[in-house]
């Protein structure tokens, strides 16, 4: 089992950035995707960035070339670094592992608030 704690978050004027981190317990994190979701106010969640065990990523067009998810495996964490932020990126942001071999999430951890004023 893997056990994920976001933490980072907090307040940005729009422009500004901010980095969440995603560190991870468990021996397997090594071998496991990870992604980055966020969830806004009475909006679905949304899978914003992942990267493979590899290293290879991929972003949801609306922050592709301002976010950018890497991974530390001596540390085992996953980072994401949000520049030129603005309001509509404020949400609730959660990172997570992956069915093998799938898209579906597996674990989560508990979420970091991040909200960026106009």
């Known amino acids: 089992q893997v056990q994920l704690v976001e933490s980072g978050g907090g307040l940005s004027q729009a422009g500004g950035s901010l980095r969440l981190s995603c560190a991870a317990s468990g021996s397997t994190f090594n071998a496991e995707a990870i992604g980055w979701h966020r969830q806004a106010p009475g909006k679905q969640r949304e899978l914003v960035a992942t990267?493979?065990?590899?290293?290879?990523?991929n972003y949801i067009d609306s922050v592709k070339g301002r976010f950018t998810i890497s991974r530390d495996n001596a540390r085992n964490t996953v980072y994401l670094q949000m520049n030129s932020l603005e309001p509509e990126d404020t949400a609730v942001y959660y990172c997570n592992t992956f069915f093998p071999g799938t898209r579906f999430p597996r674990y989560w951890g508990q979420g970091t608030q991040v909200t960026v004023s106009s």
């Open positions: 990267i493979s065990s590899g290293g290879m990523t």
